[in-house]
């Protein structure tokens, strides 16, 4: 065995990448060891991409302190990493009398959980704020931290952070067995075993498997998918805030939200589904949508589709968070995060590190960190082919590829010349936004595909 | 950031734009940038190494790539530059444009005048709302698959199921063949092929390649390369074992330029509203080209471009002024667009833009007529009208009237 890791984190999803960045600040040894080609290539990458308060999870629940937590700590740090933050509030919108008796419940227990900043507003102020909104909504109440984030650079940048202060990342890696030894454990993985004094099974949809090579079973996951719709930029205009309907005690419905990328989002519907990797858009599922966007706003119903998704979220048995510290394993699991991975992530890593330091690791806070920065994707935002200084500098920045997202050459070669490089044309698109755009390649795929290629290569030799 | 002077500006160097230079040096105007993004002019004929491409325009069947040389060598290079790998940003009043390329860096380009032709591209499988997998390999549309080939980024498979029957769908057949691939089947939504008979035909019997029709696509399969398709018909579901699946036809204007401008769209064509000369809603700027609807054939893009590109040199050498007041063309329900939308009476003998008219639902039996005011000026012959066939109108008939209103209109055979 060549090295021995203090901590072995399972799983780079948005919550396996917070968690190694949150060991990455301790004088500690860290892999992170990911299954896929790909970091936040599971669960992470199918989402509404909503930074939540925290508010529409139940509260007094771990999910609710590490969510709340999760948001407050984003606001702080992510800005410094260069990942956006778009306050645009949220309207949950009552459609009728039975509806808006339980928002006004709904508001009385989210003000009285600390969330102060909520308000119901009556149907004037609805309809001042979203003019294309469907005639019939009669009350809503307004929540104006609810943010949109990006959903792809957020791990992406927790991952480049862990990275840039010492963790090492190993991908294509899936873990086939796991060891118990004296002072931790041995995993064989795809790419050899590593040796670690503690496991962090941030496994996602995978969870409940990682654990059982442990001899674990305190969960089962039930993978729920959930499909999206993405609008043309061109309907942009029509919404700039969140909007969502009163939940029900188990579906949070469809929701309506514009994108940092400049598009508007309609999803997601909810479905129990078997295979965690069964990840296909539905007909019936697409039919939904297309009832929800009737019901919400018809006006959106003229815009071109731009992108069809789907996330699977692994929810479990039960309605809540599956974090527990098994001591005298040296083991921790991070499960059940089910659809809120995104907006708890910085404070589930926050939680996990406790957790470690009570009794399992001892380590010193390191003094100095190497900061880092993503690329900015956000529509209208600080791109390198604006600054016409660094064109001159750097011609690469003035060709542009992906026309639909505004993606040059430049940018490309940068995504691919990262210690984080994508492996996959998918990780490419995630890392730059080339051809996630209305024409989905038609002008650029074959350019980028190209430049992706000749990377490749290059890295291969 | 340097500054450009041109007196015209042409936004596009596929047919339309090219012509459109041709017939503005014809018709006086001194010098004439034209702007392509792409890494080399042609717009899309110039992956398309079949012949087909022109011939409204040329009188010539030549290949994609041909048509290309042929309208590229028409142009006097004293007086036309043509600038490619250069994105337009931004297109502001004035006209001025903002635009950027890795040779020059950022710049800025003042016109007198700019003729935007940015063409076309395919809705992906995403806007048809097709269900499925997402693979990130081998789900394409013809434009990609064309550059693909045309610029030897390899495809992982050989084996394609090709969507729609539009013509272009039987450009992507003989692409396909060319780079030695194979089309398994082509799956039409319709009862019937697209194209023209004869090619559908041809396809069947010849190629072999058996034509899917009242059939679409009910899911893919394949989790990293495309391995099959599920198609749907009244005879029930079944796999097709496949390594792409390619969107073909479904053509929408690529407008964002002409949207940021602010230009006024027409929602029923998703391309700028012009006259009949192709003087869009915003001083200085005409539009020509598969940018005004998708989509006619790349000839009859070239004889738009070049009477829009004529219509701006009479523009900049004071002949005619901008557009002042002009009559909307009223379109019965039956039609789903004309273009041109409008029409200026105050336009002298100057060749109008061909008209493109089509019906949203094929009609059996009908006549097409125009109404000027009260007056019946012209009736088509009883005929079935076709939605992906262009209805010809002789809108030219209007060029001596006094102001007035316009319609067409749509009678059924025994209509007196």
């Not at chain 1, 067995?177 to 795809?190: F, K, P």
């Not at chain 1, 061109?234 to 949070?252: E, N």
């Not at chain 1, 926050?350 to 003094?367: C, I, N, P, S």
């Not at chain 2, 394409?140 to 029957?165: C, E, F, N, S």
Request: with cysteine.
């Amino acid at each position: 065995m060549s090295e021995r890791y203090d901590v072995a984190v399972v799983g780079a999803g948005v919550v396996g990448c917070a968690v190694a960045r949150e060991f990455s600040r301790y004088r500690l040894r860290t892999i992170l060891i990911e299954a896929r080609s790909d970091l936040g290539d599971g669960a992470s990458k199918g989402n509404s991409a909503i930074l939540s308060t925290g508010s529409d999870t139940p509260f007094g629940t771990l999910e609710n302190r590490l969510v709340t937590r999760g948001h407050q700590r984003y606001r702080a740090e992510a800005p410094a990493m260069g990942l956006p933050i778009l306050s645009v509030g949220s309207l949950t919108v009552a459609w009728n009398e039975a509806q808006a008796a339980s928002l006004a419940e709904m508001h009385r227990a989210t003000v009285a959980a600390g969330y102060r900043s909520a308000e119901l507003v009556d149907r004037d102020a609805i309809y001042r704020r979203v003019p294309s909104l469907a005639p019939g909504a009669l009350a809503a109440m307004w929540e104006p931290e609810e943010a949109i984030v990006d959903p792809f650079s957020t791990p992406y940048a927790y991952a480049l952070d862990a990275v840039t202060n010492g963790v090492e990342f190993r991908s294509s890696s899936a873990v086939s067995s796991a060891l118990r030894e004296e002072a931790g454990w041995t995993l064989s993985t795809a790419t050899g075993a590593v040796a670690c004094g503690l496991v962090v099974n941030c496994g996602g949809l995978w969870g409940d498997k990682v654990d059982a090579l442990a001899g674990l079973a305190d969960f089962a996951i039930r993978p729920r998918r959930g499909e999206f719709m993405v609008f043309d930029k061109s309907a942009r205009p029509l919404l700039d805030v969140i909007l969502k309907p009163v939940p029900s005690p188990t579906y949070r419905g469809v929701l309506m939200a514009p994108t940092a990328f400049g598009n508007v989002l309609l999803g997601p519907t909810a479905e129990d589904i078997d295979d965690p990797d069964d990840w296909r858009v539905t007909r019936d599922g697409l039919a939904k949508l297309d009832a929800a966007a009737r019901a919400m706003m018809p006006a959106l119903l003229d815009h071109d589709v731009t992108a069809i998704y789907c996330g699977v979220r692994p929810a479990t048995e039960r309605p809540e968070y599956r974090i527990a510290a098994h001591r005298d394993r040296r083991w921790i699991t991070v499960g059940g995060i089910r659809s809120t991975g995104l907006s708890g992530a910085l404070g589930i890593a926050e939680h996990v590190a406790a957790l470690a330091f009570d009794g399992m690791l001892r380590a010193e806070r390191k003094a100095e960190l190497a900061p880092v920065r993503v690329p900015s994707l956000l529509e209208g935002g600080e791109r390198p082919w604006r600054d016409a200084a660094r064109v001159a500098r750097d011609p690469a920045y003035g060709e542009m590829v992906c026309h639909c997202e505004g993606v040059s050459m430049g940018e490309i070669r940068d995504a691919l010349a990262s210690p984080l490089a994508p492996r996959t044309l998918k990780a490419l698109k995630r890392r730059t936004r080339a051809m996630f755009g209305r024409c989905q390649g038609f002008f650029c795929g074959a350019r980028v595909q190209a430049a992706f290629e000749h990377a490749s290569r290059r890295a291969a030799e | 950031m340097s500054a450009i002077e041109t007196d015209c500006a042409i936004v596009g160097a596929g047919p339309a734009g090219l012509a459109a230079a041709r017939a503005a040096i014809d018709g006086g105007v001194r010098s004439v940038l034209v702007i392509d993004r792409d890494d080399a002019p042609g717009g899309l004929p110039r992956f398309c190494r079949h012949p087909g491409f022109g011939w409204e325009y040329t009188r010539r069947l030549e290949t994609g790539p041909g048509l290309v040389r042929r309208l590229i060598g028409a142009l006097d290079p004293a007086r036309v530059q043509i600038r490619t790998g250069t994105t337009v940003q931004a297109l502001h009043a004035g006209p001025r444009l903002e635009i950027l390329s890795s040779g020059a860096g950022a710049a800025t380009v003042h016109a007198k005048a700019v003729i935007l032709a940015t063409g076309i591209r395919e809705r992906p499988r995403t806007a048809r709302l097709v269900p499925g997998r997402r693979p990130e390999r081998g789900i394409l549309t013809t434009g990609q698959l064309q550059q693909m080939i045309a610029r030897g980024v390899p495809l992982h498979g050989k084996r394609l199921v090709v969507v729609g029957t539009e013509h272009v769908a039987f450009s992507v057949l003989l692409t396909a063949r060319h780079a030695g691939l194979s089309v398994v089947a082509m799956v039409e939504a319709e009862d019937r092929p697209m194209s023209y008979a004869p090619v559908a035909t041809l396809v069947r019997c010849i190629a072999g390649v058996p034509i899917h029709a009242t059939t679409r696509i009910s899911d893919i399969h394949g989790e990293t390369c495309v391995s099959g398709v599920e198609i749907e018909s009244p005879e029930g579901r079944r796999v097709i074992p496949c390594d792409a699946v390619v969107f073909s036809g479904d053509f929408v204007p690529d407008s964002p330029l002409a949207r940021s401008a602010g230009l006024t769209l027409d929602p029923a064509t998703g391309g700028p509203q012009v006259d009949q000369i192709g003087r869009t809603s915003a001083p200085c700027v005409f539009a020509a080209g598969n940018l005004l609807r998708a989509v006619e054939s790349s000839g009859f893009a070239a004889i738009e471009g070049a009477r829009v590109g004529a219509a701006t040199a009479a523009f900049l050498g004071g002949r005619i002024g901008w557009r002042g007041q002009v009559s909307t063309i009223a379109i019965a329900p039956q039609f789903r667009y004309v273009v041109p939308q409008c029409w200026s009476f105050e336009v002298p003998g100057l060749a109008t833009l061909p008209t493109s008219l089509r019906v949203g639902a094929d009609l059996d039996s009908a006549r097409v007529g125009l109404r000027h005011d009260q007056a019946l000026l012209w009736r088509g012959p009883v005929r079935r009208l076709l939605r992906h066939r262009r209805i010809r109108v002789p809108l030219s008939s209007l060029s001596t009237r006094l102001p007035g209103s316009i319609s067409l209109v749509a009678t059924p055979r025994d209509h007196p």
